[in-house]
């Protein structure tokens, strides 16, 4: 069974950092790109970044370019965000996913397991 | 620009069936799409993908009740037999070299 467990939320003052973590189990980790989603309260859902299963390649989306960096540690089946610089609309409960292939190519590519989420709070 | 339009709401009776609409934008009819669901206070749950010429392949679990088809730029949901736990958003996405696009959901309520 896939499991996706995202930790490290809580709340953080404007311009600071935090670091996301997502623990996944029930899949050959290292085989699948993951990518990191967030909803903000009452909102819908938005892509933030995704990196490839060998942590070689990311993208990321627009409002985090140069703030946000996404890793992984496939020996410790682990995905990360690095956070930083944050900004009042950074607040959100952040998703961690699965993807359906390694990286892009050109195939079906989109998320097809979730986590439950964490909660980032940004306030002073 | 690689969009998705959603409506924002739709509702239809116990036991009846609801279709769910996610419009790819101008350029890109040719796009698959796939589908989640997400419960009041829950992650969300995929669904299944759907292919511009309307075959879909179904997330683990995911009941003969929910299917999916094709029209043009047009990507459909189709809900029968609506259970109360089927009110919750559900949300199209898809996908481009560098990019992943959300729809801004529908919230659907089981009358």
């Known amino acids: 069974e896939v499991q996706l467990l995202e930790s490290g939320g809580g709340l953080v003052q404007p311009g600071g950092s935090l670091r996301l973590s997502c623990a996944a189990s029930g899949f050959a980790f290292s085989s699948y790109a993951m990518s990191w989603v967030r909803q903000a309260p009452g909102k819908g859902l938005e892509w933030v970044s995704t990196?490839?299963?060998?942590?070689?390649?990311?993208n990321n989306a627009d409002p985090v370019k140069g703030r946000f960096t996404t890793s992984r540690d496939n020996s410790k089946k682990t995905l990360y965000l690095q956070m930083t610089s944050l900004r009042d609309e950074d607040a959100a409960t952040y998703y961690c996913?699965?993807?359906?292939?390694?990286?892009?190519?050109?195939?079906?590519?989109?998320?097809?397991?979730w986590g439950q989420g964490t909660l980032v709070t940004v306030s002073s | 620009q690689l969009v998705l339009t959603q409506s924002p709401s739709a509702s239809a009776p116990l036991g009846a069936s609801v279709k769910l609409t996610c419009t790819l934008s101008s350029g890109h009819s040719s796009y698959a799409i796939a589908w989640h669901q997400q419960q009041p206070e829950k992650g969300p749950r995929y669904l299944m993908k759907?292919?511009?010429?309307?075959?879909?392949t179904k997330g683990d679990g995911i009941p003969d009740r929910f299917s999916g088809s094709s029209s043009g730029a047009e990507r459909y949901l189709t809900i029968s037999s609506l259970q109360s736990g089927d009110e919750a958003d559900y949300y199209c996405q898809t996908w481009g070299p560098d990019i992943r696009v959300f729809g801004g959901g529908t919230k659907l309520t089981v009358l």
């Open positions: 996913a699965k993807m359906t292939r390694p990286y892009y190519d050109g195939s079906a590519y989109y998320c097809d397991y």
């Open positions: 990196i490839s299963g060998s942590g070689g390649s990311t």
């Open positions: 759907i292919n511009s010429d309307g075959s879909h």
